[in-house]
Structures are given as structure tokens and as C-alpha cells.
């Protein structure tokens, strides 16, 4: 009666789970196959501002190769650049060399490296996974951030704010300008100068400390900021700087950049697979913002550049083809203000133009100048700010240039406010690039290249070849073993090895990540961890063959071992989400592959091996296992 009623173990998986774990199979072979093709060495051409490509150029590039003797693979002509694929590292320095003389000031011409996947797998959504900078190569930079004009800028923001509310509690005062890296307060009499420091002392006690000054024959006070204050400003500054930088190269198109924070006041970028170094600079270089300001329409600006007298209230800029003209010193909004920006053709003249969308603050100050000046001109600012080091009397100091060009002048039709158009750009391609530095943002302080390395696709060669020599040498070594210890089972683990590989190839090539050498160091750790789930569940069939059926002693071996295997993947899981928290750069590289390495290798070992073992020895008479 008792063996009647024994549970009878078949070990069969059902159609829909052979089923299922086939198409992940297939789905990992087919996303994993375009890291197989490698890339093209290529040649990527980019016009310059006033310039725009067409038939004319392509003919030009391609008669230029052709005479240097050089065989183009592949010409690719999309958002108006070119992509010339070439055949081997050589003709790409070759090519460079020669489309530089050729095309002169016309284009931008770079080194790059094009994916060579085949049409139907991109088709598919396949995509080779990104290689970091210590695999493919690229450039390596060092930023400093000049944080005395950020000091300085938070300075100037602050005189605004004081004046505004001198002006709601009636305080009247000379004047309040920034000098010797503090603020001076000028005002009529003692009576004011007290008002506006028990003003000061209630509305701005967070952020300065004043002191009476005797420096003016005018009763005033000096204004420094708190050392809090200036924390804040330059922790505002380092992380505006960190956002626009990424803003502007993940809108440019560099792949997986690395741009995080050295010290209080240093950024380090790295742009896997860049080799231009100038183009990198330029892409990084762009410090330029944007100041709308109001044409001073009552004085002559040419007569105003010749005796060089401006009326009270303006200041002399000049457009960039060198025509002088007066503005107002006020800004009425800047770069900072803007949210959005998308380049365009206007409807009427057919030119280029830019759609600007201000934030709240700056469309109520635009409202509130343009309904009170329709009629006049509104003037838009380009502003580029630069700083570089230099010796002067054997000494090194910091040289900080600005340029200001008026790009735009037009008259104001009508009041807006928080949407409207930049017009008078020469060409569409300088429309983009504007509505994308403006996107992007301005940086909050100028900065400087102090550290400049550029790593050759040779040193990533190497790389690359090392990290396979260990992944393939730790493979190869575990498939002996397993093969030599558990001979059947064995190979039964091996397979599922392989897949495991192919598999985390592919869930890398999907989320698109970064392989670095740290993540081929979790690969590693990998392969140790996959195949150590299928030696706890060998052993334990193992140890169930002494005392019970083949059938009863494979189902206990995969149903007892389980629970020790998810433990210990779960807590290493857990260590690596720590990881990736809370690390930066190759730390995360390494996290990411020791996650799905360590999921991957669940699916594998357990139901990959299991769906093996069902198939072979499942629901037929088996008396001895080869294990």
C-alpha cells in the first residue's frame, strides 16, 4: 500500500520551457553576433559653420583618395557630414592627411572607428557593445575649473538682488560695484548707510559679513561673501560644469563619455574612441553662452567707437563682420535663462533661425521689456569665455579672455515672453550648433585643459588582446576540468558555460554598456561562479546515487543544491548593486558584468543544465549515470 502511493519522478520539462529557453538561446546568438565583425577604420568630415556639403564635395573627397591612391570601402553621407570607411589603420592617417589639404577651412576632419555590422543585424536592433577607454582607445582630459570667476560671477549675481531691494525699502545709494574680490556699497549719508545695513544684516545674513570702509570720502560699507557661501558657489559651479559637459557630448554623439569630479575643483573626461584630439577640444571648449540685451537707439555707435565715448548706460559691441553698435549695460535675460532651443527655417524669409523657450524668471523679465519697447531693437550677445596659463616674469598666473560678438539685432514687433526667435544666423548648420550650445547650457565657469592624454587604438589592442588570452585561458582550463571530473555532466556544464558567455555578450550589447578591463575581470569572476553552481549540483547527485534511484537522485541533486546557489548569488548580487551605487568609472564597468553575469549564470547553470539532463536521462529507464 505504502510504495503504491510513492511519488514517481519522471524529470521532464514541459514543450513551452524547451521552447522558451530556445528563443533566449537564438535571441543571445543573434545580439551577441555584431561583436564578431569588429569596426572600420574611418574618416569622419564635418562641415564648418559657414559651409554646407553637396555632390560637389562627395566628388572632391572621392577624386582626392582616388589620385592618393587610396580605396574607400564604404561612403556614407547622413546629417550633413561624411563617414568615409577605409580598409586599414594606414589609409585612415593616409586619408586624413590628404582631406585636410584638400577640404583647407571647408570641414572638420576627424578619426573615427564604424561599427561594421551587417545591414539585416542592424535591422534587427544588433549592435556591437561600447569599449571603454583602456580597450578601444580615445582621449583622456583634466579640466580645471577657474573657481575665482565663479566667486566672481556669484559676486555680480548678488549686486542685483541688493539693489533691488535698496530700491523696495527707498534706500537711496551711489552706487555698488564689485572690486578687490568684495562688494562696495556707496550711499549719500550716514542716515542710508545704516538703513542698508540693517537692511543687508535681515535679507542677506546667510551669505555676507560687512564692515564700514573708509577707503571712499562717501559713507559705504564692504560686502564679503561668507565662507559658506562661497562653498556653495563653487560646488554650483564644479556641478554645472559636469551637467553641461555631459549635455553637450551626449548631444554631439560620443559614445559612453566618462565625466566625473576630481577634487574641489578639477573634472575628468574621457572620450572612448575619439582620436581627434583638436575635435575633442573643440566639443569641449565651446564655453560660450548668450545675453539678450536692448540697443542704445538714441547715440551714434560709429561716432561713439571713433572718439571712444559711450553715453551713460551703454556699452560699445560689435557685430561679427566688425560694424560697431551701442547696447544697454542692463541684461534682460542670458543663457542661463533658456530651457529649450530647436533650430528652424522662418516661414517668411526662408532663413535660418533658432525657437527659444525661456524659463518662468526670464519670460516675465522679457514680457516686462518688450511691452515697453515695441518699436525699438533687442540685441542678441554671443559671449565666449576662455582662460589658459601662462609666464609672466617667471611667474604663472592665469590669463581669462572674453569675446562678445552681436549676432542679431531686430526690432521688437510685439511683447512675448517666454517663447520666441533668434534670426539673422548665416546658415542652418549654424542655427544647430547654436540651439544645441544653448540646449546644452552654459558653463558656469570657464575651465582649462591642465592634463591631456591620448591613448592609441594600439595600447587598446593590447588591451583588448590580454583580457580575451585571460577569459579564453580560465575558460578552456574550466572545460578540461569539468569534462576530466564530471565527464558527461561535464560537458553538459560546458555548454552551458559557453551560452553563459554569449549571453552576457548580448545583455551588454542590448543595454548598450561599456566594456572595460575591469569588466572583463568580471566576466571572469563570472565564468568561476557559473561553473561552481553546476559542481554543487553534480556533487550532490552525486552524494543521492548512494541511497537512491537515478531519477529521485538527479531531481534531488537540482532541488537541494538550489537553495545554497541562490544564496550565495544573491549576496554576491547585492555586493555588486553596492558597487555600482557607489563607484565611479572602472568600478561600475566591473559591477555591471558581474550582475548580469551572475543572472545570466543562474538561467544557465540551473535551467540550461536541467533542461540537458531532462532530455537525455528524463522518463527512460536509466541504472548508471557517467558522472
Do not use: C
Request: aromatic share 6%.
Amino acid at each position: 500500500m505504502f510504495d503504491s502511493k510513492k511519488k514517481i519522478i519522471n524529470n521532464q520539462y514541459p514543450a513551452w520551457k524547451y521552447l522558451l529557453l530556445m528563443l533566449v538561446i537564438v535571441l543571445g546568438f543573434i545580439y551577441s553576433a555584431p561583436n564578431i565583425f569588429g569596426e572600420d577604420p574611418a574618416i569622419q568630415i564635418s562641415p564648418v559653420k559657414s559651409i554646407q556639403f553637396n555632390k560637389t564635395t562627395e566628388q572632391s573627397i572621392l577624386e582626392a583618395l582616388k589620385s592618393a591612391q587610396i580605396t574607400t570601402k564604404k561612403v556614407e553621407f547622413s546629417a550633413g557630414k561624411f563617414l568615409i570607411r577605409l580598409h586599414s589603420l594606414d589609409d585612415q592617417l593616409k586619408a586624413k592627411s590628404v582631406l585636410k589639404q584638400t577640404l583647407a577651412k571647408q570641414a572638420v576632419v576627424a578619426l573615427n572607428l564604424a561599427p561594421a555590422t551587417p545591414s539585416f543585424l542592424r535591422m534587427l536592433g544588433g549592435q556591437p557593445l561600447y569599449l571603454g577607454l583602456d580597450l578601444r582607445g580615445g582621449v583622456h582630459f583634466l579640466m580645471d575649473v577657474d573657481m575665482e570667476s565663479a566667486i566672481e560671477k556669484s559676486y555680480y549675481r548678488y549686486i542685483d538682488e541688493i539693489k533691488a531691494e535698496l530700491r523696495k525699502e527707498k534706500i537711496r545709494y551711489l552706487g555698488l560695484v564689485y572690486e578687490d574680490e568684495a562688494l562696495l556699497a556707496k550711499f549719500r549719508n550716514d542716515e542710508s548707510l545704516e538703513k542698508a545695513k540693517n537692511l543687508i544684516s535681515i535679507q542677506f545674513a546667510d551669505y555676507f559679513t560687512q564692515e564700514t570702509s573708509s577707503i571712499s570720502k562717501s559713507p559705504s560699507i564692504i560686502l564679503t561673501l561668507k565662507p559658506q557661501a562661497i562653498s556653495e558657489a563653487k560646488k554650483y559651479a564644479l556641478k554645472q560644469n559636469i551637467t553641461t559637459l555631459r549635455n553637450r557630448i551626449d548631444e554631439l554623439g560620443v559614445a559612453e563619455p566618462v565625466i566625473q569630479q576630481q577634487g574641489d575643483r578639477r573634472i575628468v573626461v574621457q572620450l572612448p574612441g575619439v582620436q581627434d584630439t583638436a575635435k575633442a577640444k573643440e566639443i569641449l571648449g565651446a564655453t560660450a553662452t548668450l545675453e539678450f540685451r536692448l540697443v542704445e537707439e538714441k547715440a551714434d555707435a560709429v561716432r561713439a567707437e571713433k572718439t571712444g565715448y559711450t553715453p551713460n548706460g551703454s556699452r560699445l559691441y560689435h557685430f561679427r563682420d566688425g560694424r560697431p553698435i551701442l547696447l544697454k549695460r542692463s541684461i534682460i535675460v542670458s543663457g542661463d535663462n533658456v530651457t529649450n532651443a530647436q533650430s528652424g527655417i522662418d516661414s517668411e524669409s526662408g532663413s535660418p533661425q533658432v525657437n527659444v523657450t525661456l524659463d518662468g524668471s526670464g519670460g516675465r523679465k522679457m514680457l516686462a521689456i518688450t511691452k515697453k519697447n515695441v518699436g525699438n531693437r533687442m540685441a542678441v550677445v554671443y559671449i565666449e569665455n576662455s582662460v589658459e596659463t601662462i609666464k609672466v616674469n617667471g611667474e604663472i598666473v592665469k590669463k581669462r579672455t572674453t569675446s562678445k560678438d552681436v549676432i542679431n539685432a531686430a526690432v521688437i514687433r510685439g511683447q512675448f515672453a517666454n517663447r520666441f526667435q533668434i534670426t539673422g544666423l548665416d546658415n542652418p548648420n549654424e542655427a544647430q550648433d547654436l540651439a544645441l550650445l544653448l540646449r546644452a547650457g552654459a558653463l558656469a565657469a570657464p575651465m582649462e585643459i591642465v592634463e591631456e592624454r591620448t591613448i592609441g587604438p594600439s595600447l587598446g589592442a593590447d588591451n583588448i588582446n590580454q583580457g580575451m588570452l585571460s577569459i579564453i585561458a580560465g575558460f578552456l582550463l574550466v572545460l578540461v576540468v569539468m569534462a576530466w571530473r564530471y565527464k558527461t555532466f561535464g560537458m553538459i556544464a560546458n555548454v552551458a558555460l559557453t551560452l553563459n558567455l554569449v549571453l552576457i555578450v548580448a545583455v551588454l550589447s542590448l543595454m548598450q554598456a561599456t566594456l572595460t578591463l575591469p569588466g572583463i575581470a568580471g566576466i571572469v569572476l563570472t565564468v568561476g561562479m557559473a561553473v561552481d553552481a553546476n559542481v554543487l549540483i553534480f556533487e550532490r547527485i552525486r552524494e543521492e546515487l548512494r541511497s537512491s534511484s537515478v531519477q529521485s537522485a538527479i531531481n534531488a541533486g537540482y532541488e537541494k543544491a538550489f537553495v545554497t546557489i541562490a544564496d550565495a548569488n544573491i549576496t554576491t548580487l547585492l555586493a555588486a548593486i553596492v558597487l555600482f551605487s557607489f563607484g565611479t568609472g572602472p568600478i561600475k564597468g566591473f559591477a555591471i558584468t558581474l550582475s548580469i553575469g551572475i543572472l545570466t549564470s543562474m538561467l544557465t547553470a540551473i535551467v540550461g543544465t536541467r533542461a540537458v539532463v531532462n532530455y537525455l536521462y528524463g522518463n527512460k529507464p536509466v541504472e548508471k549515470l557517467s558522472i
